[in-house]
T-cell receptor
Framework: RKEVEQDPGPFNVPEGATVAFNCTYS??????FFWYRQDCRKEPKLLMS???SGNEDGRFTAQLNRASQYISLLIRDSKLSDSATYLC???????????FGDGTTLTVKP | EAGVVQSPRYKIIEKKQPVAFWCNPI?????LYWYLQNLGQGPELLIR????????DSQLPKDRFSAERLKGVDSTLKIQPAELGDSAVYLC??????????????FGPGTRLTVL
């Protein structure tokens, strides 16, 4: 079993739809969590951090459930430009170790 | 501010040949990472440096892979000899330890390696 697991998708949604991705992690000592976005043939870029209380950035909302060991990303009012692969990242902060999921692919269609 | 720089962007070699990749992190970032990314998968850590010290190289296949960061700034990753299975994208990333965003990693564009 992988340390960080994501549904690979693909998720194909129309513009304006709401879509949610989940990510589960196996190490209960994990301390910090992130979502990265990776466009086709490009490098990953930080989308947002995930805080224990949940956090929102415009159309994007991230949630953390430590008891169930999963994080989620919700995208509202999807845009064509949201089409990308979304990578879940789980960190052991003190050890500086980051583990990436394999990503969930989103395609937003007109 | 310049981002993480990697070269070359693409490399095609025959199996058993050596190959080297170079990375220059963001100025002032003392943590440097080398990742390998296969198609359809997330980046997998090969080695992490804090300044010039390799603090995590547990996933580096040391029989054929080596890396160095002699002055704690730029870094080189080498494969010798390359095998067909080494074909992948090699990503370099950097971050600033001790900052509030310590674990935010900034990635370079990667080197796409094809071994024939």
């Amino acid at each position: 079993r992988k340390e960080v697991e994501q549904d690979p998708g693909p998720f194909n949604v129309p513009e304006g739809a709401t879509v949610a991705f989940n990510c589960t992690y196996s190490n209960s000592a994990s301390q910090s969590f992130f979502w990265y976005r990776q466009d086709c043939r490009k490098e990953p870029k930080l989308l947002m951090s995930v805080y224990s209380s949940g956090n929102e950035d415009g159309r994007f909302t991230a949630q953390l459930n430590r008891a169930s060991q999963y994080i989620s990303l919700l995208i509202r009012d999807s845009k064509l430009s949201d089409s990308a692969t979304y990578l879940c990242v789980v960190n052991m902060l003190n050890a500086g170790k980051s583990t990436f999921g394999d990503g969930t692919t989103l395609t937003v269609k007109p | 501010e310049a981002g993480v720089v990697q070269s070359p962007r693409y490399k095609i070699i025959e199996k058993k040949q050596p190959v080297a990749f170079w990375c220059n992190p963001i100025s002032g970032h003392n943590t440097l990472y080398w990742y390998l990314q296969n198609l359809g998968q997330g980046p997998e850590l090969l080695i992490r440096y804090e300044n010039e010290e390799a603090v995590d190289d547990s996933q580096l296949p040391k029989d054929r892979f080596s890396a160095e960061r002699l002055k704690g700034v730029d870094s080189t990753l080498k494969i010798q000899p390359a095998e067909l299975g080494d074909s992948a994208v090699y990503l370099c990333a950097s971050s600033l330890r001790g900052s509030a965003t310590y674990n935010e990693q900034f990635f370079g564009p990667g080197t796409r390696l094809t071994v024939l």
